[in-house]
């Protein structure tokens, strides 16, 4: 039996909508309850880890309800020396504490994960350099590695290894990138140039047709934001969100490997405004606080009294660029697959790029707004998912070796939730009966459904091409033809004995139900998201040797490898399977 579905997208927006060709029948779905994880650590007023608590110690809530327990674990690094630890040493700050035994479990994965396009030369080389000594001096045999880029798209630089040498192999040779963020570094000092510029020239028109003086800033200032301003925040607020949208993508494909995970996010920082930076050097220019700080005293600007009432308006304006919801999202899927974020600002203690530009002079309040501004998405990451952020310094290596020591550190709680999988997200709160205390845990989980996990699964095949097939699929893709200069299209079939899925007998008949989803991704690294069809099909008894075919019709641009991971999950069973196929378009 032969079915099938067609993908019909713009090559050059990738964004796949999926239509069945028949229209499904009813079957219901059975809802999976499941425990969630949380791994807590907790340390004391002065950072010293709490190794001694017990289960009726903790208390935890979700969505302001009281959960109970159903598993509680003791630190790894109690249980494998077999010795009460919960003596340790007081650590001095800035120090590590020192453990015997091994640190974490044996199945922990630590990710690497480098914003290419963020991270100048400088920094980079100093992060880089600072953790490769750390992992060859303190990680352990049983920690795996993996090393992710993103530079407009999601590169898996290296598979997950035990070996340090391959590790620190490639660490050198990503410390010698940084052109691109070279040059979005530049494009910040030209908007801001440009700004002032534009702002001087509104007001010498404005003079020359005799408009008032305590009138003109009034008049410049506003038509500067909308002009400029407000562009520059739309295309920043593009960029974060690229880039916040391909780690959330990354982060849902770890759920591929088992275990509590550790991913390293180094960059530069992002904005959690988009745009704020050269909306407070505008408002700086119009309220007069950079002429009072002797900024700008010889422009043409100082000829005119300060706007009245443009601060709050422009700042007012900037809150459609806020990026917190987008932060929240890459929180929420590392949360779903135990993704604990350690975030690394490479720029460490330099001063923002707003100060540093040699052409464009800033005031002392609009680098601080820029700085907070840029670190803002990297603490709340690493709040909301139970690990720490590295900021406002040189030295990462007391943070990086602390970060290693923590995996042995944490408690891992379990509950059932009293609610069904619904695919949102739902807040967890955790209070530890002990004074002072401090827990690190992740704030929240999503309730998944089944479609979900497939879908996570699906991107992590992709991603990482781990297969697994319990029912001998057999994927060919092939081009069945141009439809332009620029694409072509491709019937993707996907063959199962159907003596592999469930059947279940249904008058003279024999029904079955599955779902198929496919994504694919090409050399560049652009992925198309992940589209699926859920198939009710009815076979006549005495068929079962025959094969189950569908075919997934997708538009693909040419002159590209591209790579495709097909789920197939049969629901009646409820099992599934993973696997990848590739082919050129010529």
């Not at 060859?136 to 992710?148: F, G, I, L």
């Not at 501004?373 to 990297?378: C, G, K, T, V």
Request: contains cysteine; aromatic residues 6%; glycine residues 6%.
């Amino acid at each position: 039996m032969r079915l099938g579905f067609v993908v019909p997208i713009a090559v050059s927006l990738l964004l796949p909508s999926f239509t069945g060709a028949q229209q499904p029948q009813t079957f219901s779905e059975t809802a999976h309850v499941e425990l969630v994880l949380v791994d807590v650590l907790v340390t004391d007023r002065d950072g010293t880890p709490v190794l001694d608590l017990k289960r009726e110690d903790f208390t935890l809530y979700v969505d302001g309800s009281p959960q109970e327990l159903d598993q509680f674990s003791a630190p790894f690094a109690t249980r494998q020396t077999g010795q009460d630890v919960s003596g340790t040493t007081r650590r001095e700050p800035g120090r590590p504490t020192q453990l015997t035994g091994p640190q974490g479990s044996s199945d922990h994965l630590l990710v690497i994960y480098l914003e290419d396009h963020n991270l100048l030369p400088m920094g980079r080389h100093r992060a880089l350099t600072q953790l490769t000594e750390v992992l060859d001096q303190r990680s352990n045999s049983r920690t795996q590695v993996m090393v992710a880029a993103y530079s407009g798209t999601v590169d898996i630089v290296l598979p997950p290894t035990r070996s340090r040498r391959r590790v620190s192999k490639v660490l050198a040779e990503k410390m010698f990138y940084g052109s691109q963020a070279l040059l979005n570094d530049r494009e910040t000092e030209e908007i801001l140039r440009t700004l002032k510029l534009a702002l001087e020239n509104d007001v010498e028109e404005l003079l020359l047709l005799f408009i008032p003086p305590d009138r003109i800033m009034d008049m410049a200032c506003p038509n500067t934001l909308n002009y400029l301003a407000r562009v520059h925040a739309q295309q920043v607020y593009g960029w974060v969100e690229s880039s916040a949208l391909a780690l959330q993508e990354f982060a849902r494909s770890l759920s591929i490997f088992p275990g509590q995970k550790t991913l390293i996010h180094v960059s530069d920082g992002f904005p959690l405004v988009a745009g704020q930076e050269a909306v407070e050097y505008l408002v700086s220019l119009c309220d007069g606080s950079a002429l009072n700080q002797g900024i700008e005293s010889r422009s043409i600007l100082a000829c005119c009294p300060p706007a009245r009432y443009f601060s709050s308006a422009a700042l007012m304006e900037l809150q459609g660029f806020n990026t917190v919801r987008l932060w929240d999202r890459v929180a929420a899927d590392a949360n779903r697959n135990r993704v604990t974020i350690y975030s690394l600002q490479a720029s460490g203690l330099q001063a923002p790029r707003a100060g540093t530009v040699s052409s464009v002079r800033t005031t002392g309040s609009t680098e601080f707004a820029a700085r907070m501004n840029d670190q803002d998405p990297l603490f709340m990451m690493a709040d909301e998912t139970g690990g720490r952020a590295i900021l406002n310094t040189n030295d990462f290596q007391p943070d990086l070796n602390q970060m290693l020591a923590d995996q042995g550190l944490r408690y891992e709680l379990a509950f059932q939730p009293d609610r069904p999988a619904d695919g949102k997200v739902h807040r967890i709160r955790l209070e530890i009966n002990r004074s002072g205390a401090r827990p690190s845990y992740r704030r929240s989980y999503v309730a998944e459904t089944v479609s979900d996990k497939v879908t996570s699964r699906v991107l992590g095949t992709l991603f990482h091409g781990q297969e697994d097939d319990q029912h001998g699929i057999r994927v060919k893709a092939e081009v069945r033809a141009e439809t332009s200069k620029k694409a072509s299209e491709v019937d993707v079939e996907i063959r199962v004995p159907l003596r592999k899925l469930l059947l279940l007998p249904e008058g003279d008949s024999l029904r079955g139900l599955v779902t198929v989803m496919l994504t694919a991704s090409d050399e560049r690294g652009w992925t198309l998201p992940v589209g699926s069809q859920t198939i009710p099909f009815l076979v006549e008894v005495g068929d079962e040797d025959e094969n189950f075919e569908y075919v997934v019709r997708v538009p693909l641009e040419r002159g590209h490898d591209w790579q495709f991971a097909v789920g197939l999950r049969d629901d009646l069973a409820n099992t599934a399977s993973y696997v990848t196929a590739s082919l050129e378009v010529p």
